[in-house]
């Protein structure tokens, strides 16, 4: 069992001394933000921070050898950031979010409507028009023909013969025939165009007045600091103390 003081710690740890940017970041949607990647970018000056607020406070160790104990106290932030991760992931993002402080509505709704087609199929079409069968019948007659002629020293005219022709009753038949009259199969197809629909409002709708929501922003930005809290967390989580208040949390 051994202590010792952070800042004396800090001069045998290879930077980075606080966070761990190897470790998977939280998929957040949306989010492009990455407080572990900011955390290496400026790790001197936040390295720099922590030791400051809390190099004279010390931790205790299982360990008494130098290395050891140096792998014990990356074993501890590392387990202390796997619980932490995905809350600062989260609570990063939104104080990252862009927005107007003076502005409590914001309303930005694209709605798209894909094209619309209907289509009517009309299948073959066939008319059929049947005429039966049409008789005629014309009745019995009789056609009589006479000859008459005038002797040479006679000048009455006198009959000097007869023809007559007897026709019987006569049936003039037509056979039955079918009329079809056929239409082809036919589609017809309406299309309406695809079109969107755009919504964008943003402003005060006078629910809170500008200047409150501007004294909430400078109150947020004034009292609170992500990696402030993250170390603060830290601390205590390690359960570092002052040299004669060993239980300090």
């Known amino acids: 069992m051994s202590r010792m003081k952070i800042n004396e710690l800090y001069k045998l740890v290879e930077s980075p001394f606080i966070f761990d940017d190897s470790m998977t970041y939280p998929t957040i949607e949306g989010n492009t933000s990455n407080f572990l990647e900011y955390y290496d970018d400026h790790k001197e ?24 104990i140096i792998q014990e106290w990356k074993d501890e932030l590392t387990s202390i950031q796997r619980i932490y991760l995905d809350s600062w992931a989260r609570l990063f993002y939104a104080l990252n979010v862009d927005f107007n402080p003076v502005y409590n509505v ?30 005629t019948t014309s009745g019995a007659r009789s056609d009589t023909s006479t000859a008459y002629s005038v002797s040479y020293d006679n000048g009455t005219e006198k009959e000097t ?17 079918i009329d079809t009259h056929t239409d082809a199969a036919a589609i017809d197809t309406h ?7 755009t919504v964008d409002r943003s ?30 967390i830290i601390i205590n989580e390690l359960g570092a103390y002052w040299d004669n208040d060993p239980c300090f949390l």
């Open 45 to 68: 000056e936040f390295d720099r921070f922590f030791v400051h607020e809390y190099g004279q406070r010390y931790v205790d160790f299982e360990s008494e050898e130098s290395e050891d």
């Open 106 to 135: 914001e309303e930005h709704t694209t709605t798209i409507y894909g094209q619309d087609q209907n289509t009517d199929s009309y299948g073959q079409h066939q008319r059929t028009s049947n005429y039966g069968s049409k008789e």
């Open 161 to 177: 013969g007869k023809q007559v022709d007897a026709l019987g009753q006569q049936v003039n038949t037509e056979g039955t025939h």
């Open 191 to 197: 299309t309406r165009s695809q079109h969107t629909d």
């Open 203 to 232: 402003g005060n709708i006078g629910v809170v007045s500008a200047t409150e929501l501007v004294k909430q922003e400078i109150a947020l930005r004034r009292n609170y600091s992500f990696y402030k809290n993250c170390f603060l």
